[in-house]
C-alpha cells in the first residue's frame, strides 16, 4: 500500500508538471516597482526600467509556478536624477559592483484559485535570501484583440534592506531614520504565450 501511495504521488507531480506552460514576458505592459519611507512621513517610489523574467506555469494551478527574474541595478528610477545617483552608489546598489538584482523561485503553494505564496532567493548587492511573494492572478488566459492571449498578475512582498546588505541611513534628531528600513516590493506582469 505505502508503495503504491509513493507511485501515485510520484505520478501526480509530474502530471502537475506536464501541465505547466511555459509564457513570454510582456515587458511592454510589465513593472518592477518599490516604496520606501522617507524622514518618517512620506514614500518614496520608484522601479528598474531594465528587466527580463521567465517563467512557467499552469494556470488552473498554481503550485506548477516557477519563474526567475533579472533587473539591471543601473536602471533604477525614482523619477529624480539626484537621488538616483545616490541610489546607484556604494551608499545603497553599488551599481558598478553587483549590476544585477535576481530572484530564482524554489516553490510554489496555491491558496486559493489566482493565489499562491512563491518562495526563493533574492539577491540583492550580492547578498542572497530567501524571500516569499505573495502572487495574485496568473489564473485567467484573456484573448486579445490580435488573435494572441494574454494573462497577467501582480507578486508583492516586504524586505528589510539590512538584510542585504544595504545600510545607509542616518538618524533624525527627533527619533527616526531619514530612509526607512522595510521595502515594498511589487511586480506586476503580463505574459502571453511563448512562441
Do not use: C
Amino acid at each position: 500500500m505505502k508503495k503504491f501511495l509513493l507511485i501515485l504521488s510520484v505520478v501526480a507531480v509530474f502530471a502537475a508538471q506536464a501541465f505547466a506552460a511555459d509564457w513570454e514576458l510582456d515587458k511592454a505592459h510589465s513593472s518592477v516597482n518599490f516604496a520606501v519611507k522617507h524622514m518618517m512621513v512620506s514614500t518614496v517610489r520608484g522601479g528598474f526600467k531594465d528587466f527580463d523574467g521567465t517563467a512557467s506555469f499552469d494556470p488552473a494551478d498554481l503550485s506548477t509556478l516557477s519563474a526567475s527574474f533579472t533587473a539591471q541595478s543601473g536602471s533604477i528610477s525614482t523619477d529624480n536624477e539626484k537621488r538616483d545617483g545616490h541610489l546607484k552608489s556604494a551608499d545603497f546598489f553599488d551599481t558598478e559592483k553587483y549590476p544585477t538584482v535576481t530572484f530564482v523561485s524554489k516553490k510554489a503553494v496555491q491558496t486559493a484559485p489566482g493565489k499562491a505564496h512563491l518562495t526563493g532567493d533574492l539577491t540583492l548587492r550580492g547578498v542572497t535570501k530567501e524571500v516569499t511573494f505573495n502572487v495574485e492572478g496568473f489564473n485567467q488566459e484573456w484573448a486579445t484583440p490580435w488573435g494572441g492571449k494574454s494573462i497577467g498578475g501582480v507578486a508583492t512582498t516586504t524586505i528589510n534592506r539590512q538584510d542585504f546588505g544595504v545600510s545607509w541611513n542616518k538618524d533624525l534628531d527627533q527619533g527616526g531614520l531619514v530612509v526607512g528600513n522595510n521595502v515594498d516590493i511589487e511586480v506586476q506582469l503580463e505574459f502571453g504565450p511563448k512562441q
